[in-house]
């Protein structure tokens, strides 16, 4: 306990002679920020689209494959922009807490704005293949869906919504070709535990949308109540 606050008074001492820089422009973070600074942070590109404001709409890239409640994407996600530069952060330099930060802020978006709370009993992540989680470590959308979690005071787990070896190739298969392989790819590993639940289920960036697919239809064969989607980022 002394050795941590010895360890911690220190490491206040070094913030201030070498404060954290933000992580978009290399400025120091005032004491009350954390990663990315308030000039930074307005300057994000967020959709609205909760709030009714998008330019995306996430909803047909599902229309006639699965039922979706909601898809909400909170940052746009443009080549070189500002958006591009944090997923990377989260995705490639081992920057976990980029995501906790991106699902706290939003989450609490939507609590204030749309009570996205009342609507949700279970928030899960999609699962990374095997190989590339013991690749990176971690698991970007889990770290997302803990933020989420955090600011929306909504459980959230890594258990179970799992992903096994398969890839999911889509191409030159029929419809139902095209199920089959993608109910092999995920599984629920208490269906107990998500029946009669409304799930929400979160990924870092919405680009085809066909894992997102496969994660909701193996989520809706264990009889959730239903499923909604938040991405941190998606494209125009
Ligand atoms: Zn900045």
Same mark, same amino acid.
Request: glycine fraction near 8%; include cysteine.
């Given at each position: 306990?002394?050795?941590?606050?010895?360890?911690?008074?220190?490491?206040?001492?070094?913030?201030?002679?070498?404060?954290?820089?933000?992580?978009?422009?290399?400025?120091?973070?005032?004491?009350?920020?954390?990663?990315?600074?308030?000039?930074?942070?307005?300057?994000?590109?967020?959709?609205?689209?909760?709030?009714?404001?998008?330019?995306?709409?996430?909803?047909?890239?599902?229309?006639?494959?699965?039922?979706?409640?909601?898809?909400?994407?909170?940052?746009?996600?443009?080549?070189?922009?500002?958006?591009?530069?944090?997923?990377?952060?989260?995705?490639?330099?081992?920057?976990?807490?980029?995501?906790?930060?991106?699902?706290?802020?939003?989450?609490?978006?939507?609590?204030? %704005?749309?009570?996205? +709370?009342?609507? &949700?009993? #279970?928030?899960?992540? !999609?699962?990374?293949?095997? =190989?590339? $989680?013991?690749?990176?470590?971690?698991?970007?959308?889990?770290?997302?869906?803990?933020?989420?979690?955090?600011?929306?005071?909504?459980?959230?787990?890594?258990?179970?919504?799992?992903?096994?070896?398969?890839?999911?190739?889509?191409?030159?298969?029929?419809?139902?070709?095209?199920?089959?392989?993608?109910?092999?790819?995920?599984?629920?590993?208490?269906? %107990?535990?998500?029946? +009669?639940?409304? &799930?929400? #289920?979160?990924?870092? !960036?919405?680009?085809?949308? =066909?894992? $997102?697919?496969?994660?909701?239809?193996?989520?809706?064969?264990?009889?959730?109540?239903?499923?909604?989607?938040?991405?941190?980022?998606?494209?125009?």
């Amino acid at each position: 306990m002394i050795g941590k606050l010895i360890v911690s008074g220190f490491q206040d001492l070094l913030n201030l002679f070498y404060p954290n820089p933000c992580l978009l422009c290399q400025d120091s973070l005032q004491q009350s920020e954390e990663i990315i600074c308030t000039a930074c942070r307005l300057q994000l590109p967020e959709t609205g689209q909760h709030r009714g404001e998008a330019l995306i709409d996430g909803q047909t890239k599902f229309a006639g494959k699965v039922p979706v409640e909601f898809v909400y994407a909170y940052l746009y996600f443009t080549k070189r922009g500002k958006t591009q530069r944090l997923i990377h952060a989260l995705k490639y330099r081992g920057n976990k807490e980029v995501g906790n930060l991106l699902g706290r802020w939003y989450g609490n978006q939507l609590k204030t %704005d749309i009570h996205l +709370n009342d609507h &949700i009993d #279970l928030i899960v992540g !999609v699962p990374l293949h095997p =190989a590339k $989680l013991r690749q990176r470590g971690y698991n970007q959308s889990d770290w997302i869906a803990q933020g989420l979690s955090q600011a929306l005071d909504i459980p959230w787990s890594d258990r179970i919504l799992t992903r096994n070896r398969n890839t999911i190739s889509q191409t030159g298969k029929d419809r139902m070709g095209r199920w089959e392989n993608v109910s092999n790819v995920f599984q629920i590993s208490d269906p %107990d535990l998500v029946t +009669n639940k409304r &799930i929400l #289920l979160v990924d870092d !960036v919405l680009t085809t949308g =066909a894992t $997102l697919e496969a994660c909701t239809a193996a989520l809706l064969a264990s009889n959730s109540q239903s499923v909604g989607i938040i991405t941190a980022a998606a494209t125009r």
